[in-house]
């Protein structure tokens, strides 16, 4: 599959996990629900690993040390973002301001702007301007919620 289908695919599911992840807030404890759909998300990567492993030998990029300290701090960070981000649902957060200040600051703008400044990755014109494009949408979704 071609990355624009994956990334296509990506961005369906993920707004399937938005969703159900909205309507979830006030109807289950936040514990219990992150739990459950964070062990469920567990399962299906673990199987495609052990797929990949034992029946077709190969491995697409070593483990290593490094790779697992990043895994389990990235674990530890949406863990605890599931639980609050149940919580905002559970005190009447909603779906059309919630995700879109999380997710054009805290999976857009914020990670691209710590990628160029910290890791050097390449930034062109066009890329911050859309960036700071998300960042006016962001500001314009907080002062209409006000």
Not at 31 to 52: V, W
Not at 114 to 142: D, Y
Request: aromatic share 12%; no cysteine; glycine share 10%.
């Amino acid at each position: 599959m071609s990355v624009l289908t994956l990334t296509i695919i990506s961005v369906l599911l993920y707004s399937l996990f938005a969703i159900f992840l909205g309507r979830m807030g006030g109807k289950i404890n936040e514990n219990i629900g992150a739990s459950i759909f964070t062990g469920l998300s567990a399962i299906l990567p673990l199987l495609y690993y052990f797929y990949e492993k034992v029946v077709h030998k190969t491995s697409t990029v070593v483990t290593t040390s490094t790779g697992v300290i990043y895994a389990v701090l990235a674990g530890l960070a949406i863990a605890a973002w599931n639980v609050l981000v149940i919580i905002i649902f559970a005190r009447g957060g909603n779906l059309s301001y919630v995700f879109p200040v999380i997710y054009g600051a805290g999976a857009i703008a914020i990670p691209s702007i710590v990628g160029w400044l910290f890791f050097k990755e390449s930034l062109t014109l066009i890329q911050g301007g859309g960036i700071a494009l998300i960042l006016i949408g962001i500001t314009m979704v907080i002062f209409a919620k006000l």
